[in-house]
């Protein structure tokens, strides 16, 4: 790889989104066998328990006669805000039809779209076998969307022009209320609900009226109570076998799961005996059943045990989907699982993981200002750092963390989370007993074994007066990596940048040591690596210059220190470029840096740091550089600090917080 002119141009990593959403029930379901089943039986008892007012599933009643005070009840069923409603302005009713256009446009859509559901729930109403209850979990998610649309346009009309503009919704309302799959997904009774409640007019003026009313209310009653299993036939047999109906179908659930449970397991011990292994065609269908179930509290131990299930096939046995259910589930946080079963799930399923890393992303950068706690909170939550142990899954990981860097220069926030994240794993991998410097080799192929042993230490464990050592040890190793490297090396600059800054406590370090030394000469180690950690994509000649104006600045800022009192005029002369050349804006970063540290980790820069540090700011991208230093500050370097100078971090950090 040729040697970047800066990181965005180093290359990209792609990553594959999710395509479809996860299914998921709020409540239990058994898969309808062919010939009818539990599912039968049940919907005939609730019919004969809703009495005259729902005799049996009659069709749809007739259309009510027109009525100005046809108005929808106002059902308060968690019933969401408006999003779609068509406001005409006074001062434009060309914009007030265009808005109509749209909407007449929009309810045309609709209408097909009823049209097409009809026949969807129509033919899984016909049809009882295991790939009709598989096509419907697969299309729940799309349907439960058009039933969201459709409210948004019911609840602006009334009751008889909602029938004139969609003449079958009644008929697709019924359906839905009698399909035991779709009553039971997340969330889809109460859109149902909201529907429903579209249909009824608040105060029936013709018999034709008061039947729709009746018939709604009948569907209303069902929907409620087709769940409660107190349904007569069923409370016979339930109380025949010595079980309340409350206490059976929990029991059925947890014995069925316990007895899958026992057998994958088994299976999975005895994995050499063909005659007790699970065949993987029985393998696919169960975890395929399991899709819309995961989030059942009951379903966890069957999920843990068919994440963890590893047979002897080639192929993976267990479906896409649930995976990808399971995964929207654990993000979403509508399941716990144990560390290994998520190891498992990222380690089988790829686009899994690519979607936990970048759902990571989100929650870390959703927020302008850096905060590394906050930071630390969110990956260890994140469940990323314990299964990146494996060097697999740390791979794909980290490959994500270097297309981000590149897509962003180097932004503080992303070098930041990448260095909290290394943190978090060298923490777990020290929990896992394992070797530090053997699996470091293993996880970054890439780089020196000598350099990823090296920056594997502990920046703050090294006591003050033995530092110097380690940094120049490492600044050679990089220099040598980088500099030494040829054409068509499969090391080159960007990769050994790429690893040291994963150790940023090494930078804390070195900034220290060329601050608080009492030589007369800056080592050149120390500004080397300065200068590589700031700008790596630059060449050796313009690398050398660079080290001499820092070394120029760092002589400056040390000679006004021992010359007496500082002031804020007399450091920002002293850190203007000595060609008289603007900085590159990386540049100016290192200067930034110096100067703030310098500011907090001496006595004589306190007075002045408030005027200073406002001479500074003079941009909100500096004011934010600022803020994300002193959070750095407070986080990583308190072995470099006294309380004095972290109680003045935390007061310049909370002063320039407020002003953003």
Known sequence: RAQPHSLAAAGKFQTRQNKKSSVRLCQVFKPQKPGGGFFSAAAQSAEAALGEDHPGRPPFPARAEKTRE?????????????????????????????????????????????????????????????????????????????????????????????????????????????????????????IVIWCLCCLMNKEPRTSAESGLNSWIRGLLSHVLSAFRFDMKEVCLFTKSLGYESIDYYPSLLKNMVLSLVSELRESHLNGLSTQSRMAPERMMSLSEVCVPLVTLPDMEPLVEALLTYHGHEPQEVLAPEFFEAVNEAFLSEKIVLPTSSVVSLWFRHLPSLEKATLHLFEKLFSSKIICLRRMECCIRESFLPQAACQPAIFRIVDEMFRFVLLETDGAPEVLAALQVFTSCLVEALKKENKQLTFALRTYFPYGAPCLAAALSQHPEAIPQGHRLQPLLHISQLLREAVEDCTRGSPRNPFESWFLFVHFGGWVDLAVAELLLREEAEPPAGLLWLLVFYYSPQDGSQQREQSMVELKVLINRLLMLLRSGPLSATDLQEAAESPSGDPRPPVCGQLVRRLLLSLLLWTPEGHAIVWEAVTHMAHTDAVIHEIIGFLDQTLYRSQHLCVEASRKLARDLLKELQAQV
């Open 70 to 190: 046809n108005v929808r009840p106002s059902l308060n069923v968690g019933e969401p805000r408006s999003r779609g409603a068509v406001e005409l302005r006074q001062d434009g009713c060309c914009e007030g039809t265009v808005l109509l256009s749209e909407m007449a446009q929009e309810s045309a859509d609709l209408a097909s779209d009823c049209q097409s559901w009809l026949q969807k729930l129509s033919a899984w109403e016909q049809a009882s076998s295991e790939e009709t209850q598989k096509d419907t979990c697969l299309h729940l998610s799309g349907f439960q969307e058009f039933l969201r649309q459709m409210y948004e346009i019911l609840k602006e009309m009334d009751s008889d022009a909602i029938l004139e503009r969609f003449p079958t919704i009644g008929q697709l309302l019924a359906k839905a209320c009698w399909n035991p799959l779709i009553l039971a997904y997340d969330e889809s009774q109460k």
